[in-house]
């Protein structure tokens, strides 16, 4: 995200992750001197982000005046005191039903799990938070690819970020992968699978 805040490196950012995982965008976050707010509904894995966040701030890799706090239920939910806060949010959602992060009934997919209800019921009320959360300039990258025709994963948030007010700025690849791995490009007229990981980025007006 430094890409878009080259003038604020001096300054920690307040960060959000909808889905924050096993906590890469984390530890990016706060070792780079910033404040970290997330969602996951996944408790267990919750526990372990505060485990690991106590951690480093024992040995010292944190600062005591560093937020961090991980909301312990979905993106989909909103949270009216976070609203206007954020300058930049990145993250990586789930791919629909493509990957089970938990056996329990937290995911996404477990409460809405038909493809359609979970873009109108997680995917939509996500991008509408992450306006509201965001400040006017804010940054949104997010992680995610197209499943396949019938479960189109970029093409879907990429409709709900503009629905919601958000202008696009890019799309650029965060790493090569696998040509084995699945996943389509959104723009993709010839529907090759490419080796990449892209990230979309907006902005808010």
Known sequence: ???????????????????????????????YGNNYIGFDPNVSLVEKLYEYYDFLCKSGFVKKDQIFQVYSHGSEVFEKDLVDKFDVMFTSPPYFNLEKYSDDNSEST???NNYDLWVEKFVNPTVYNVYQYLKIGGIAMINIKNID???PCYDSFYNAFIKNGFDFIECFDMKILSKKQYGKRF????????????VMSFIKR
Do not use: H, W
């Open 187 to 198: 723009n993709d007229k010839k529907g090759v699978i490419e080796p990449t990981e892209p």
């Open 149 to 151: 025709k019938k479960e």
């Open 1 to 31: 995200y430094y890409r878009y805040f080259q003038e604020y490196k001096d300054r920690n950012l307040f960060i959000l992750d909808t889905s924050c995982g096993f906590g890469s965008r984390m530890s990016a976050s706060l070792l």
């Open 110 to 112: 477990s409460n809405y």
